[in-house]
């Protein structure tokens, strides 16, 4: 077999692309650039009484949202106008609701750079503004983030270089002052209510502290130090006692291999002025004794019932349970073979607020649990998807929510309504497709190669000729610790990539979006798959398990079946071009891992591939470059050079190894974007690219 040896970037083959197009292509019903218009919330943050903020994210233009009970009319509070590749987060209300704080620009690599995609030649920061809720006003107070605001409304703490720095919120020409001077890295600071203490997490190392710091008189204690990872500290009400959780330290943990099991942690709490603790809570050994992480505010919660909130799968599923700080008698709050993930404290403390696949494993709806009652109440359902949700005062629900053809939107579902009315209606504009352009995206639940069930979202286009075979498609997510949904997902990531599969078939693809082992979603012992990852790559088996079941449909060309992904769906990509080219005609590979030992540097520095050949070699053998002389699919590498997750490097070796083995590929790189790309321009060059690849390469009409 003859192999064509060819290499150019994308620049000249996506001109080549368009022109090439028939006219059945280029009669799209939208464009790629049309179903990424819509706004992109993120950050919603709720107030001590009636206001909700959050981010939208449109075009790549970034700004402020705000609302308030009881008409909830929302307008946008900042002007920010450019796609410049600057995030905003971390919106902080203060007490007495007339300024927001918040967090303006991305967080710097380890070499101490900001990211910069947009190319100023001025460079770029990362500060700390206040927005006067009045006047719209905004002035920049400080360089740094993580910031929270003291209960008086006075000083505002935030974090530099893992320094904790402070700002007087009430002088006009006010400068920030470093706080304390101490060891290690600060992190998760919190106000003890009555404005008395600050508790911090003193990170160093090998093992971590809790550290309370008292303004009265300038002391700082340690919560019973130990050898131990301290975290996630937690106030009571009246600001005397500080829970917070304690992992044992375990030298050789690496990511990306299955970890079903560790020394067990537990839930102290501890005097704030005596330093003295004592345990409250401990997982059992064996299945939950590794800590498993939700989204929220804090992993501990200290409600107004004198119980600490806290996630434990115990059970082998992410289940909230309670405990008694008194009595340490501990409940169960949520029962059943499903997986909470965004959870909320209410602001009065009688309540919790999550969201869960509970009864509908491939999407995600809120419940309630009243702290005085023995069973969650159901607030969303249907073919929606909701999460982030905060109850105010008036017990009116704030959430983020989308459907199968319908985008992230802002809503609120009020105190004894039935149905949520979008906050802002302007976020999806006149130009975004409508519901009958669009796929309402199917269940499915195919064989992986190794037998394992395996969940999927079926993109089948409108009109197909029963009589034609289509082109088809598997996108693999990143993560790995993700699950893609039955509408648009509540990640901005994946909310594009919904996007794309949605563009993709209507151009006629069928296109298979894959939930492989270790994601979420369907309970630890999937996510902690057997040699997954770096310890053998079984999630393989249900790449080729993609592809025999669409091999298999009736609708499909067995010739013509590409995948796309990126980031660890990249790695998925690579590793199906490389070891099954006579299955996989062509690959998008997006900032994928290619080498396992590399990667795991980057997240854990002190790993070293010499130390444990035997480790090492399995993890280059669960890695595409170990085979790429079986590698014959043409790719598209996308990279940008300043991605953080995934080294820069992977892309560069792997160009490399395919010029070698005389492996078909181009490339579209983009100089100082990062991991998840900033730029709106930069995502629309993207895919654009990705879906000009597949119509070239799969000969798609």
Not at 134 to 145: D, I, N
Not at 643 to 651: A, K, M
Request: proline share 5%.
């Amino acid at each position: 077999m003859t192999i064509t040896f060819k290499t150019k970037t994308y620049f000249y083959t996506f001109i080549i692309g368009i022109l090439c197009l028939n006219t059945d292509a280029l009669a799209q019903t939208f464009s790629i650039d049309d179903i990424l218009s819509a706004g992109m919330p993120s950050g919603l943050s709720i107030s001590g009484n009636e206001k909700a903020a959050w981010v939208e994210n449109k075009s790549g233009v970034r700004n402020i949202w705000l609302t308030s009970a009881p008409d909830y009319d929302a307008i946008m509070v900042t002007n920010y106008q450019k796609d410049d590749g600057q995030t905003i987060n971390r919106l902080v209300f203060s007490p007495d609701e007339t300024k927001l704080y918040y967090v303006y620009g991305g967080a710097p690599n380890g070499s101490g750079e900001y990211p910069n995609p947009n190319l100023n030649i001025k460079g770029a920061d990362r500060s700390v503004w206040e927005l006067d809720l009045g006047t719209l006003k905004t002035r920049k107070l400080g360089a740094g983030s993580d910031h929270v605001i003291s209960p008086d409304g006075n000083t505002l703490l935030y974090l530099k270089s893992g320094q904790i720095y402070s700002f007087n919120v009430n002088e006009d020409d006010a400068k920030p002052v470093q706080f304390m001077h101490t060891r290690g890295q600060a992190s998760a600071m919190s106000w003890s209510p009555d404005g008395s203490k600050v508790a911090f997490q003193s990170n160093r190392g090998d093992h971590s502290f809790i550290g309370v710091m008292h303004l009265a008189d300038s002391m700082l204690i340690y919560l019973d130090p130990t050898v131990d990872h301290d975290a996630q500290p937690a106030w009571s009400k009246d600001s005397k006692h500080i829970a917070f959780l304690r992992s044992p330290n375990e030298d050789g943990i690496l990511p990306f291999m299955p970890m079903r099991e560790a020394l067990p942690w537990s839930i102290r709490v501890g005097d704030a002025t005596t330093g003295t603790t004592q345990e409250i809570w401990k997982a059992e050994e064996g299945m939950g004794s590794a800590f498993r992480y939700i989204s929220a505010t804090n992993q501990i919660m200290w409600t107004a019932t004198n119980e600490i909130i806290f996630p434990y799968e115990g059970d082998g599923w992410t289940h909230l349970y309670a405990v008694n700080v008194r009595s340490k008698k501990t409940r169960l709050l949520t029962d059943g073979p499903f997986e909470v993930q965004f959870v909320a404290l209410s602001n009065d403390g009688h309540s919790v607020v999550y969201s869960s696949n509970q009864d509908d494993i491939d999407r995600q709806h809120i419940w309630q649990m009243d702290l005085s009652s023995e069973k969650p109440v159901q607030l969303t359902s249907g073919d929606g998807i909701e999460w982030a949700p905060r109850m105010n005062d008036s017990g009116d629900l704030i959430f983020l929510g989308s459907g199968p053809t319908t985008p992230a939107q802002a809503k609120v579902l009020q105190n004894g309504s039935d149905e949520s009315q979008v906050l802002n209606p302007q976020s999806i504009p006149d130009n975004f497709p409508d519901d009958a352009s669009l796929v309402v995206p199917q269940q499915v639940v195919f064989t992986s190669a190794d037998g394992m069930k395996i969940h999927g979202q079926l993109f089948v286009p409108k009109n197909l000729d029963a009589d034609a075979q289509q082109a088809a498609l598997i996108f693999f997510h990143g993560g790995s610790r993700r699950q893609m949904l039955l509408g648009f997902h509540h990640s901005g990531y994946y909310h594009n990539a919904y996007s794309l599969n949605q563009y993709l078939a209507s151009r006629g693809y069928v296109v298979l979006s894959v939930n492989y082992r270790s994601g979420i979603g369907y309970g630890m012992e999937f996510r902690e798959a057997l040699n997954y990852g770096a310890r053998g790559a079984s999630e393989y088996n249900d790449v080729l398990g993609a592809g025999i079941y669409l091999q298999n449909r009736a609708d499909v060309d067995p010739g013509k079946i590409g995948l796309w992904g990126g980031s660890y769906g990249g790695f998925l990509t690579a590793m199906g071009l490389a070891k099954a080219s006579n299955l996989f005609a062509a690959g998008v590979d997006i900032h994928g891992v290619h080498d396992w030992n590399i990667v795991i540097r980057n997240f854990a520095p002190s790993y070293d591939a010499g130390k444990n050949a035997a480790a090492s070699k399995l993890a280059f053998d669960s890695s595409p470059m170990a085979f790429i002389d079986t590698w014959r699919s043409p790719v598209l590498i996308i990279h940008g050079d300043d991605d953080r997750n995934v080294p820069f490097s992977e892309s560069v070796h792997l160009a490399e190894a395919l010029r070698k083995q005389g492996v078909e590929f181009e490339q579209l790189i983009f100089p100082d974007e990062v991991h998840g790309f900033l730029l709106h321009k930069s995502w629309l060059r993207a895919y654009h690219a990705t879906s000009d690849f597949f119509d070239r390469k799969l000969g798609h009409q």
